[in-house]
């Protein structure tokens, strides 16, 4: 072994890093993730470019670097890689809406209720959203109904293979179910995904994840169908309007978004068993279908209130102040829901 004579022992690292996040934006950065739990790097780093932040910003590595070495994560591998998956996307909306319905709400009665939901593929702006005590096959061609006389009538629609969006596997032939029915008579194409294969309709189940995560995992008990309801009209505002979606590179859903124009739309043509039941609302447009924002009750309990956020200034869903923050609104509701009728010890009562 060759030695080295006259070489200086001692600290080796570097006395400057240049390029080191400073303590004030990674601080900011903590700040925000434990102010939004659900917030992950690439959320994190378009708030911090949004609402300004004290530093250069970092990279998405730096930011999530930063969440592990505070504990705010858990690290954890992939098991599948994003390259491994097949992305596809509609050129246009209304082009394509993809359907499905979630589960999992439980009422204070001891029901279930579900959600039928619908998202544009184009522009993942929700369309559909509403909650059933039972999806019947009535009950998901009604909320289907809705959104076709709201929006517009769509070149094709993309389900699973749930007994409310087909019949080609009844027993002991196949038949067309009510849904399928109405797809046919408006000249809509109805697509169905191969048997477990989930992935296909993977922008409305992705939907779901958000839907779950960010309102229904909150409540455990809900007082009723119609509070459910109003909390989850609320969260649809927030998603279409003030919500970005790192798919659309950050974008919001209502931008890119555009119904079909009022001179295109053609009357509908549905079973006689179902004209009835449906109304006739005004023709919308996208931008319409969104109200603004009340005011959020200044002494509302963070506990109960959630997430505090700015809104963007040029959207319907609020205006923000030069030095404030305006609660979301579904964030409001669910407040509301909690704090008024307390469903977590009323419920346990009833249920036993």
């Known amino acids: 072994m060759r030695a080295w004579t006259g070489c200086r022992t001692g600290r080796t690292a570097p006395h400057a890093h240049p390029a080191q996040t400073s303590p004030e934006v990674e601080a900011a950065i903590c700040e925000l993730r434990r102010n939004h739990p659900r917030w992950g790097q690439r959320r994190l780093h378009f708030e911090l470019g949004r609402n300004g932040c004290p530093g250069p910003i970092p990279g998405l590595t730096t930011i999530y670097r930063i969440l592990v070495r505070h504990g705010l ?29 979630v589960g999992g709400i439980q ?18 702006f929700c369309v559909i959203a509403t909650v059933v005590r039972t999806a019947t096959g009535r009950a998901v061609c009604l909320a289907f109904v809705e959104a076709l006389q709201r929006f517009g009538i769509p070149d094709e629609v993309l389900s699973d293979n749930g007994k409310q969006f087909t019949g080609r596997f009844n027993q002991p032939r196949p038949a067309e179910v009510m849904f399928e029915r109405i797809c046919r008579e408006n000249g809509i194409v109805a697509r169905h995904t191969k048997p477990r294969s989930p992935t296909t309709t993977g922008k409305v189940e992705r939907f779901h994840q958000t839907l779950k995560r960010e309102l229904l995992d909150d409540v455990k008990v809900w007082p009723d169908v119609a509070a459910v309801q109003a909390a989850v009209d609320a969260f649809r505002i927030e998603y279409n309007t003030n919500r970005p979606h790192q798919s659309l590179d950050m974008a919001f859903p209502a931008d890119r978004f555009t119904p079909r124009p009022a001179d295109e739309r053609l009357p509908l043509r549905l079973p006689a068993r179902l004209s009835a039941a449906v109304a006739q609302p005004p023709v919308e447009p996208a931008a319409d279908t969104t109200t603004a924002t009340p005011e959020a009750s200044p002494d509302l309990p963070a506990a109960l209130g959630g997430i505090q956020q700015r809104c963007r200034p040029d959207r319907p869903g609020g205006r923000v ?26 419920q346990h009562r009833l249920l036993g």
């Open 107 to 124: 009422l204070a009665d001891g029901g279930e209720a579900k959600v039928v939901t619908g998202v544009d593929d184009h522009s993942r």
């Open 321 to 346: 102040h030069p030095r404030g923050a305006r609660l979301r609104e579904h964030d409001r509701v669910r407040a509301t829901v909690l704090a008024g009728s307390r469903p977590g010890r009323q």
């Open 73 to 101: 994560i858990q690290p954890v591998s992939r098991r599948r890689r994003r390259e491994d998956y097949q992305r596809w996307q509609r050129e246009v909306p209304m082009e394509l809406w993809q359907l499905d319905i």
